[in-house]
DNA sequence: TTGATGTATAGCTGGTGAGCTATGAATTGG
DNA sequence: CCAATTCATAGCTCACCAGCTATACATCAA
């Protein structure tokens, strides 16, 4: 439902969040203190974004000893591009059906 | 730059507007009264969330008499599946990297 | 002109969440 | 065993925003 959808898009509605993910995304999987390295905010902070992108299943966790290592969850970002064709389909649709209708006028 | 995404991902976040958003996909041009009867909020509340969808570029208003119709933006979703094809194109590289890599350690 | 209708705006309130510091918990090095 | 390191959690504050009602504004009908 619209249910899962929404989860992805509040996650990634926010702006360091999603910088964070990108960086997985770019160079791999990375440390909390790497990532917090340029992040631009604390690491508590830094810790809870990864946390509700976890939750969302936009990323991986590895724990090894004291540190823990992250890594983008691709395959998450299938729905919101599911999504997003869905309702341009719709679009498409509309010009089949303007198609037809121009087709059966030329009749 | 992201900043453009941030009120593309930031506007669908929410999932009143965004509901109000795929109905304009799904069912075509709809005035504000039409919007609202199966919203689940007041009027003011769709005439405020066709205002932020219409500032993100996602719908477009035709003022008519005493009502508007509005009308869903397809193309304004295109930076959401570019920035998401851009970020699964990243576990792409990685695959040929790593294709690269077990290719050179065959030789 | 007057009243009714459709939409937008103003102003308020409550809930949510992003940021901080402080601290806890776990692991490593000496 | 002790100190340092790494991360997660707790608790707080502040800003933002979705929702409401009331109202202004514009248009149509009579």
Chains 1, 2 share one sequence.
Not at 1 to 26: G, K, N, S, V
Not at 49 to 65: M, N, Q, S
Request: charged share 30%.
């Amino acid at each position: 439902m619209t249910a899962a959808h929404d989860e992805i898009f509040r996650t990634l509605a926010d702006p360091t969040r999603r910088a964070i993910f990108e960086r997985l995304c770019r160079e791999g999987e990375k440390t909390v203190g790497a990532l917090t390295a340029r992040a631009g905010v604390s690491q508590p902070v830094v810790s809870k974004h990864l946390a509700a992108l976890k939750r969302a299943g936009l990323v991986r966790d590895r724990p090894e000893g004291r540190q823990t290592h992250y890594s983008a969850e691709f395959a998450a970002l299938a729905p919101l591009v599911d999504w997003a064709n869905e309702m341009t389909s719709f679009w498409e649709k509309k010009f089949d059906a303007l198609e037809d209708l121009l087709k059966r006028m030329d009749q």
